[in-house]
């Protein structure tokens, strides 16, 4: 039977704020994905350093880019905020519903910030927590998404790197191969984050109530108990 260490609370408007900020951060993503193949056809038809030249321009200061660089830089603490909160809610509702935590409510928290275990803390927190809502054995989206998003955070420092060791034709090529990678593991990471919190807290509604019912029960019978005969 559930216990009461752990309050069962609503995690909908949780949830709405990751959509909300991670649907932001998708179109953001596509965006950049969209204006990187124009970037690489671009430069697969360029004829001269001339060319280049404008094409890395317009890599550092076009109107475009920057817009974009800034409202991904914008969005990312709001992504961070928003998943933290999420799951902390959601990890303790699972424990109020009876799931035995194999980590403490604050490695909800803490697991994202402390070197080394933030590779595999968070991933087990919301692992756990997607299968005890969806009473599941396995959470394949859980493991597909926190590849994607490991490797988006991998994967984002290399274009950089890349470009300053020299600005040649091979360079920039190889940089936006990279880029381009990068923006498609970082629109499916938001994706599958977006529908890992949707059927997670979906799925804990319908918990909570029986939460809700077991404790209202326990309360009628207990007050049954004390109005009772000596």
Same mark, same amino acid.
Do not use: K
């Given at each position: 039977?559930?216990?009461?260490?752990?309050?069962?609370?609503?995690?909908?408007?949780?949830?709405?704020?990751?959509?909300?900020?991670?649907?932001?951060?998708?179109?953001? *993503?596509?965006? *950049?994905?969209?204006?990187?193949?124009?970037?690489?056809?671009?430069?697969?038809? &360029?004829?001269?350093?001339?060319?280049?030249?404008?094409?890395? &321009?317009?890599?550092?200061?076009?109107?475009?880019?920057?817009?974009?660089?800034?409202?991904?830089?914008?969005?990312?603490?709001?992504?961070?905020?928003?998943?933290?909160?999420?799951?902390?809610?959601?990890?303790?509702?699972?424990?109020?519903?009876?799931?035995?935590?194999?980590?403490?409510?604050?490695?909800?928290?803490?697991?994202?910030?402390?070197?080394?275990?933030?590779?595999?803390?968070?991933?087990?927190?919301?692992?756990?927590?997607?299968?005890?809502?969806?009473?599941?054995?396995?959470?394949?989206?859980?493991?597909?998404?926190?590849?994607?998003?490991?490797?988006?955070?991998?994967?984002?420092?290399?274009?950089?790197?890349?470009?300053?060791?020299?600005?040649?034709?091979? &360079?920039?090529?190889?940089?936006?191969?990279?880029?381009?990678?990068?923006?498609?593991?970082?629109?499916? &990471?938001?994706?599958?984050?977006?529908?890992?919190?949707?059927?997670?807290?979906?799925?804990?509604?319908?918990?909570?109530?029986?939460?809700?019912?077991?404790?209202?029960?326990?309360?009628?019978?207990?007050?049954?108990?004390?109005?009772?005969?000596?």
């Amino acid at each position: 039977m559930p216990g009461r260490r752990h309050a069962f609370r609503p995690a909908r408007s949780h949830a709405r704020f990751v959509v909300v900020v991670f649907v932001a951060m998708a179109a953001v *993503q596509l965006a *950049q994905l969209v204006h990187h193949v124009f970037q690489w056809l671009d430069l697969c038809e &360029s004829r001269s350093m001339d060319d280049l030249f404008s094409l890395v &321009s317009d890599r550092e200061s076009g109107l475009l880019g920057s817009v974009l660089v800034l409202g991904q830089t914008l969005l990312l603490p709001l992504c961070a905020i928003a998943v933290i909160v999420w799951l902390r809610r959601a990890y303790e509702n699972a424990a109020s519903a009876g799931m035995r935590l194999r980590h403490g409510l604050g490695w909800s928290i803490g697991g994202w910030f402390v070197p080394i275990a933030n590779l595999w803390v968070p991933v087990q927190i919301v692992g756990d927590t997607y299968r005890h809502a969806l009473h599941r054995r396995s959470a394949a989206v859980v493991g597909l998404w926190w590849a994607s998003f490991l490797a988006w955070s991998w994967l984002g420092q290399y274009p950089g790197v890349v470009v300053s060791t020299g600005r040649t034709m091979r &360079s920039l090529a190889q940089a936006l191969r990279y880029e381009m990678v990068a923006d498609g593991l970082a629109l499916a &990471s938001a994706l599958l984050l977006i529908v890992i919190v949707v059927r997670t807290t979906g799925s804990q509604r319908v918990i909570g109530a029986d939460v809700a019912d077991v404790f209202g029960e326990r309360a009628a019978a207990g007050s049954a108990v004390r109005g009772g005969p000596a």
